[in-house]
């Protein structure tokens, strides 16, 4: 059975910095492209970014250009975010996904798998 489960988020100050860890697990997304997505409650899920499965393109939503950045970990099985220049504008539930293909999107429907979300709080 696929899991991913998100870890690593909770509150900071404006300014500050956090790194979001997901670990993919039942099977390898290695060549799957895989990414992050925010919520906020009584909002649509909003892209954050995404990489691709196999070169690691990797794209990021305007709004965290810059100041986030997407990478997997040495196994492949591991995607991180990390996030700096926090705003209280990034507060929203955090959530992983991946792909059954190779191309990275900005589109949840495009995404097979999901995990069950990490609170990030921002304060000002």
């Known amino acids: 059975q696929v899991q991913l489960v998100e870890s690593g988020g909770g509150l900071v100050q404006a300014g500050g910095s956090l790194r979001l860890s997901c670990a993919a697990s039942?099977?390898?997304?290695?060549?799957?492209?895989m990414g992050w997505f925010r919520q906020v409650q009584g909002k649509e899920r909003e892209f954050v970014t995404a990489?691709?499965?196999?070169?690691?393109?990797?794209r990021y939503a305007d709004s965290v250009k810059g100041r986030f950045t997407i990478s997997r970990g040495d196994a492949k099985n591991t995607l991180y975010l990390q996030m700096n220049m926090l705003k209280p504008e990034d507060t929203a539930v955090y959530y992983c996904?991946?792909?059954?293909?190779?191309?990275?999107?900005?589109?949840?429907?495009?995404?097979?798998?999901w995990g069950q979300g990490t609170q990030v709080t921002v304060s000002s």
């Open positions: 996904a991946a792909r059954r293909l190779a191309t990275a999107t900005a589109e949840a429907e495009d995404y097979n798998y």
């Open positions: 039942g099977r390898t997304f290695s060549n799957n492209a």
């Open positions: 990489i691709n499965g196999i070169f690691s393109n990797t």
